[in-house]
């Protein structure tokens, strides 16, 4: 990210340039992850702080897997990840430009945003997979929102896709295609 300061009617404020678009440039999203395996990080909750280009450590988790299944809704195909991610959606960001139009445009702009994971993750051979179906009371405790001004919306896993897993892919894959079923 590159930040520039300017200066408008007198008042100083600081613009920045995201990897993903966003409508009116609002960016009404803030980053949150869990880690298990990541070397040089406690296995813990964290929070991207995109102005200063770094990772606010949150709170320690013992036990990791209890913690993302019961936020992922007993998903646990996603616990073999090292890193999920969390979209927090923030209304006000949009809503006072967007009106009742708010929510559709920051929907787009999450798209834009899971996008880029998918590509950035498969571009260093990992795999990824969006995921809507999150405990919004789970996920906001766990990183202290107090879901109304600040809630997740969604969640993103990333990690090495294992090889076994891989190729069954591969072998259902043409079948999905020749029975039409995509």
Known sequence: ????????TGVQTCAFRSTVPSGGARHGFELYFVCQ???GLIPGTYHYLPMEHRV????????VSDVLASSLCDQLWALKANVI??????????EWRYGHLAH???????G???????????????????IG??????CDEMFELEGENEF????????????????KYLIILPAIYHDNLT
């Open 1 to 8: 990210r590159h930040t520039r300061s300017f200066h408008v």
């Open 37 to 39: 395996n990541v070397e």
């Open 56 to 63: 606010e450590f949150l709170n320690p988790i013992e036990k």
């Open 85 to 94: 991610f969390y979209f927090s959606y923030i209304p006000y960001r949009t």
């Open 104 to 110: 559709r445009i920051a929907l787009v702009d999450l």
């Open 112 to 130: 834009h945003v899971g996008e880029n994971i998918y590509l950035a993750s498969t571009s260093i051979g990992l795999g990824t997979c969006g």
């Open 133 to 138: 179906a999150c405990v919004t009371r789970i």
């Open 152 to 167: 997740i919306i969604y969640a993103q896993p990333v990690g090495k896709v294992n090889k076994e897993d891989f190729v």
